[in-house]
Structures are given as C-alpha cells and as structure tokens.
C-alpha cells in the first residue's frame, strides 16, 4: 500500500504464482517482468545487457500454463544510476517499506547530496541529514535526461523449445531456458 491500490485500478494482479495461475487459466495473457528491481536499478554502463538476476519464477508459471513466453526489451535511459545494491532500501528506509529488495543511486541523487555537503551554510549534522534526504528521495529518480525509450517484441517462445514435452516438470532444464529468453531479449536490445 498505497502503491498495491494503483496498481490494482489500473489491472495489475498480485506478483504472485495463484494469481498469476487465475489469470491464465481464464485466458488473460500477463505481462511479467522477471528482471524487477534488478533489472531496472541497473547501473548505466550495464543498460544494454539482458539479466534476469537468476529469477525462474516466470518460467514456472509459463511451464505450469504451458503458454509461450514473449521476449521483450525496453532500451533508453532516464535517470542514469551508478550503483544498485540490496543495503540502499535499508539505508533509505522508504524503499523497503513499499516493498522493494534492490534500490539504485542515481547520478542525480549523487550529484544533489556532493553539492548539499559542499555548498549548504548549515551544521555539518543538518547536511548529513539533508544529503541523505535528498539520496533517498524519490525525485531523485526523476527523468532528468532526454531520452528516446524504446519497447520491442519479439517472436513467441513456445513452451516445448523452452521445456520440453509438456507435463515435464525437469527443474534443470529452467536454467537452460532463462538463457534462452535473455538470449532472445539481448537480440532485441542489440537491434537498435
């Protein structure tokens, strides 16, 4: 909350495996986003590399479903991080009350609290306190940078070139399919 209600207005459903199970079995495709947080706190050196961090859990939904998985790339940067880590939502406090596990520190965050240290005229104390403010402060997420943001699509995976045959339930051969999408989301990255 307050972010579980906006979503849920716009037709978001809980990131859970039974939602996601109810919502395919009445025939409602679902976007899924496996990189979440690691994803898209990425620093920007590492913006045109597909990483799904090592998550599975949208394979075994598309397993259970037996449903195609859809590749699909979002390129352009706005708010240019230079360091995601699993200890800022913990620093930050904010983050981890919404429910976020991984946060990034833009250069906009970076750049504000250098120059809250250097140039506020208050107590050394205060300027801490200012500097860390404004780190953790969602305006610092804000897109600052002119950006062309791009989405592409590509050609549905089918459930057997990434499971097998179906009702195979082999927990190996996930790691082989999690490189196959990201393999097919870095060909879409690639194709600028």
Known sequence: WPLSWVFSQIGAIPSSYEAARVALEAGVPIALFPGSDHDGFRPFWQQGTADFGGRLGFLKIARSAWVSVVPMAFTG??????????????????????????????????????????????????RLLIAWGWAASPLAMVSWLPATIRIRIGEPIAPEALFGEQGSADEARLPEALATVERAVQGLIDAR
């Open 77 to 126: 940067i706005t708010a240019p991080l230079v360091w995601r880590s699993r200890l800022l939502p913990y620093l930050f406090v904010w983050p981890r009350l919404v429910g976020v596990k991984r946060y990034g520190l833009s250069v906009l965050a970076v750049l504000g609290a250098v120059l809250v240290m250097l140039l506020l005229p208050v107590a050394g104390p205060w």
